[in-house]
């Protein structure tokens, strides 16, 4: 009791009335049709409705491919070519196809860099060249370690990816990574040491739960609905942060999702995060009431989360919107399915944090560079928050990333779990459902700003359209949003 009653390292202390107080003290450390016309007009749809932020996508991509400069033996023409490629699902990688081939001659007449030989084996593979995409892994193997610098860690998990794809098998070894892992000691503490540590993703959790904050003000019972609860981080700060408010806390009742497929679920799944927060909540004088809903989220339906009259009610999406399959895999659309869903309990707030890359409907050669160049960035902000030495470092890049490359790289269809999309997407997607964005409070995004300064200078924060982009350099990695 006494190490759940003391405040984390991402803790309050002190009485505060203002939302702010809990940033200033975080520490840096249908039948009659056929389906695939079906899916083909919604794709069309899709890209009438979306096309702005293609060309914002488009030039992001570019951008991304400019400032990570390719080395010397590839061409401006072959960049061109695969950085511009139109992102949807639909698209051929013929025009790559011929770039790539026409200059084999070049690429193969020096010693290749890892960057460079990935490129050439992703594009192998996009041309149905297994026997050279497996020669080209061979040779890779050899010239990348999982201990090295982050060029050599993000090359050695992406061709473990192209390694996969290779084999067909890029859908086992990403059930193996969730499921059959050892959680109590080393996915789910890898998961809190990337929420935790890894600026980025920490500031996206602070933005949601500023927002949260700020929303059960004059509040006296507040429901969450948490579709990804996860190990529940999230909510040991926002307790805290209700117990050293002035004044009575409101009574808080959270709702949590629990995929029967969790990593989670042979620990106890939600009962023991349930179980924590509860004690927590007790040891702080909190009023809390915990509900797990064992579901998949896909079949949860609004009689399943026992909304209340009285109640204001929230919604939480942190990383979990990705995982929901869209219009481009199947005409049901899940993804737009939940959010019509939620829409239709009319929440006063819902909060949304996403990864800011676009794996979701682009085909795979394009797919692969936008990945790697979103990794890269990811592996070196890591760096600069861990030691390269760090157990906790090369635990998140096993448990946490590896996994999520490995899917990104090898997978298609329903298979592939990890679809990530821009956020022009989601925005696109909230204000179709029926949401208004709700803009980040003055408080909010200056007292990240602040914090922001007492990590290394090359982490990155700006507000655009209402929402909270955190990233590392010019490369956008998190966006947090939030909308009613």
Sequence with gaps: ??????????????????????????????????????????????????????????????????????????????????????????????????????????????????????????????????????????????????????????????????????????????????????????????????????????????????????????EKKVHIIDFDISQGNQYITLIQTLANRLGKPPHLRLTGVDDPESVQRPVGGLNIIGQRLEKLAEALKVPFEFQAVASRTSIVNTSMLDCRPGEALLVNFAFQLHHMPDESVSTVNQRDQLLRMVKSLRPKLVTVVEQDVNTNTTPFFPRFIEAYNYYSAVFDSLDAALPRESQDRMNVERQCLARDIVNIVACEGEERIERYEVAGKWRARMTMAGFTSCPMSTSITDSIRELIRQYCDRYKVKEEAGALHFGWENKSLIVASAWR
Excluded at 28 to 47: I, T
Aim: hydrophobic share 30%; net charge negative; glycine share 6%.
């Design 1 to 218: 009791m006494e190490e759940i009653a003391k405040p984390s390292s991402s803790g309050i202390s002190g009485n505060s009335t203002n939302p702010q107080d809990y940033f200033e003290s975080q520490s840096p450390d249908a039948d009659s049709f056929d389906e695939d016309k079906m899916r083909l007009k919604l794709q069309e749809l899709e890209r009438a409705l979306l096309e702005d932020n293609d060309d914002e996508n488009d030039e992001e991509i570019n951008c991304s491919s400019q400032s990570m400069e390719v080395d010397g033996e590839w061409t401006d023409p072959i960049q061109n070519e695969l950085l511009h490629d139109s992102p949807k699902e639909s698209s051929s990688s013929e025009s790559n196809v011929s770039s790539i081939s026409s200059n084999k001659e070049i690429t193969q007449a020096s010693p290749q860099t890892p960057k460079q030989l990935l490129y050439n084996c992703a594009g192998a593979l996009s041309e149905g060249n297994i026997k050279g995409a497996s020669t080209m892994i061979s040779e890779l193997r050899q010239m990348v370690s999982i201990q090295g610098d982050p060029a050599q860690r993000i090359a050695a998990y992406m061709v473990e990816g192209l390694a996969a794809r290779v084999a067909s098998s890029g859908k086992i070894i990403y059930r193996s990574l969730k499921c059959k892992e050892p959680p109590s000691s080393y996915r789910l503490a890898a998961m809190q040491v990337l929420f935790e540590v890894c600026p980025c993703f920490k500031f996206g959790f602070m933005a949601a739960n500023g927002a949260i904050i700020e929303a059960c003000k004059d």
